[in-house]
């Protein structure tokens, strides 16, 4: 069965830090680009982070200096860690496969970032 789960979401004060996961199954993870998204309440989902096959990395400007994505082959996972936490990241997390024609979508895990 294919399969995309994230975890590690929850609530954080502004500052601080979450590790998210994505754990994929049914799929030969290694051989598929990786991606984050992420979708604020009332707006349109937008692009995270990117890590390819040869985990080459790719950042949204907002997050670059503060995320680190990064991918283990072995386990089919792949991580998004995520310091230095804002407000304006509050958003639901969806972790993205794409090989070819194909895009992959998990079900998300809500982050929110507030005191």
Same mark, same amino acid.
């Given at each position: 069965?294919v399969q995309?789960?994230?975890?590690?979401?929850?609530?954080v004060?502004p500052?601080?830090s979450?590790?998210?996961?994505?754990?994929?199954?049914?799929?030969?993870?290694?051989?598929?680009?990786?991606?984050?998204?992420?979708?604020?309440?009332?707006?349109?989902?937008?692009?995270? #982070?990117?890590? +390819?096959?040869a &985990?080459?990395t790719?950042?949204?400007a907002? @997050?670059k200096d503060?995320?680190t994505?990064?991918?283990?082959n072995?386990?089919?996972t792949?991580y998004?860690q995520m310091?230095?936490?804002?407000?304006e990241?509050?958003a639901?997390?969806?972790?993205? #496969?794409?090989? +070819?024609?194909? &895009?992959?979508?998990g079900?998300g895990t809500? @982050?929110?970032?507030?005191?």
């Open positions: 069965q995309l789960v994230e975890s590690g979401g929850g609530l004060q500052g601080g979450l590790r998210l996961s994505c754990d994929a199954s049914g799929i030969v993870f290694r051989l598929y680009t990786m991606a984050w998204y992420r979708q604020a309440p009332g707006k349109q989902r937008e692009f995270v #982070a990117s890590i +390819g096959s &985990s080459k790719n950042y949204e907002s @997050v503060r995320f994505i990064s991918r283990l072995a386990k089919s792949m998004l310091n230095s936490l804002k407000p990241d509050t639901l997390y969806y972790c993205n #496969a794409v090989l +070819g024609g194909s &895009s992959l979508w079900q809500q @982050v929110t970032v507030s005191s």
